[in-house]
């Protein structure tokens, strides 16, 4: 496995421009944006080992992430 951030821009590259319209007017989806990003981010540094964490702990949090991205999907295939 990979230990490349999966950025919702990278991952969705066809509905950059409705991230950023819903960012800005869908407190909601904003939210979802946010959390989605700081989750990633600690998979990120996990995987890299930045700052190392339990496998478990690390199937939690993909685990989340991928809830998340589902959420957001959900937004995006509107």
Request: hydrophobic content about 35%; charged content about 35%; proline content about 4%.
């Amino acid at each position: 496995m990979g230990h490349t951030p999966h950025e919702l821009t990278e991952d969705f590259p066809d509905k950059v421009e409705k991230i950023h319209e819903l960012k800005e007017n869908d407190a909601h989806f904003a939210k979802l944006f946010e959390d989605y990003h700081v989750v990633n981010r600690s998979v990120h540094r996990a995987e890299t080992n930045v700052e190392p964490i339990s496998d478990m702990a690390m199937l939690d949090l993909r685990k989340e992430r991928a809830q998340l991205k589902d959420q957001i999907w959900a937004y995006l295939s509107d």
